[in-house]
């Protein structure tokens, strides 16, 4: 998630250089602090848009989203998301034995041919045999958290509501600056 989400127009700044005019440093700490609730909201609007989509726990996708936000001279937040495929026993499954049913996506379960569960140190995992009956069980893999987090709408929803919080972020963070709030 190393794409860049939201562009500031230079309006914007242009707007918070002539408020911030007298505070030395007022336009840095402005958009530093509104980038960290930018930072937070990605994090959030990642887990929630991702879980509507897909059957994982946001626990799940939270612990492999890193946030690294922007300090003084980085005027930056970057969310990046880690780790490899899945098995699919960590996604939703139902049924014994030969008879599963699976779903990465909330989009419905479907049979899995040639699949079934094996309990394998008091987890279930499922296998499948690619080619019928005479071919060796494979464990199903199936996509990891940071496939499914750059998903094309989870992707454009995300890019609209950082714009939107930070355009509104960085307006309370000039009126905060200014002594509004006082």
Sequence with gaps: MSDSLINVSSDKLEHAQ???AGIPGGVEKATKNALHRVGDGLR???VN???QKYHL???EIRKHLLLKKAT???QSVSLTATGSRKKLSEYKVTGRGEDIEVAVKKDGMKKLKTGFLMDKGGRKVVYWRP???NTP???VISPSVPQVIKNKE??????KQAHERFEKRLDHEILRLMGAFK
Excluded: C, W
Excluded at 154 to 159: D, E, N
């Design 154 to 159: 989870t992707v454009a929803t995300m890019q």
């Design 18 to 20: 002539k408020a911030l």
């Design 72 to 74: 003084g001279a980085n």
């Design 57 to 59: 726990l946001p626990g």
């Design 44 to 46: 959030s609007d990642a």
């Design 131 to 133: 080619a019928g009956e």
């Design 137 to 139: 069980a494979m464990p």
């Design 49 to 51: 848009e991702t879980k």
